[in-house]
Nanobody, 115 residues
Framework: QVHLVESGGGLVQAGGSLRLSCVVS????????MAWYRQAPGNERELVAA???????NYADSVKGRFTISRDNAKNTVYLQMNSLKFEDTADYYC?????????WGQGTQVTVSS
């Protein structure tokens, strides 16, 4: 069984920073893609950033230049460094991984940005 546990969310003022972490545990052979999604109340879940096992990254236009995704393969961990946070970044943030034909989600961590 595979578990994803996110941490690092919280309340921050606009302009501030947070760093999210997601640790993957359990029986897993390899992780191809690791990503962060977010879902604000009343909105659909959207991709924030993703990183492949080769290190290629992609970002939502709304976070480019402010957020950085990275991964530590030895620790099966993916990070999301969020700088210059805006009120509209407020959402629940979810970690997602793809391993072969399987896809796994974490339970989410809440990020609240006060204006």
């Amino acid at each position: 069984q595979v578990h994803l546990v996110e941490s690092g969310g919280g309340l921050v003022q606009a302009g501030g920073s947070l760093r999210l972490s997601c640790v993957v545990s359990g029986t897993i052979f390899s992780i191809n893609r690791m990503a962060w999604y977010r879902q604000a109340p009343g909105n659909e879940r959207e991709l924030v950033a993703a990183i492949t096992d080769g290190g290629a990254t992609n970002y939502a236009d709304s976070v480019k230049g402010r957020f950085t995704i990275s991964r530590d393969n030895a620790k099966n961990t993916v990070y999301l460094q969020m700088n210059s946070l805006k009120f509209e970044d407020t959402a629940d943030y979810y970690c997602n991984i793809v391993s072969g034909n399987s896809r796994y989600w974490g339970q989410g961590t809440q990020v609240t940005v006060s204006s």
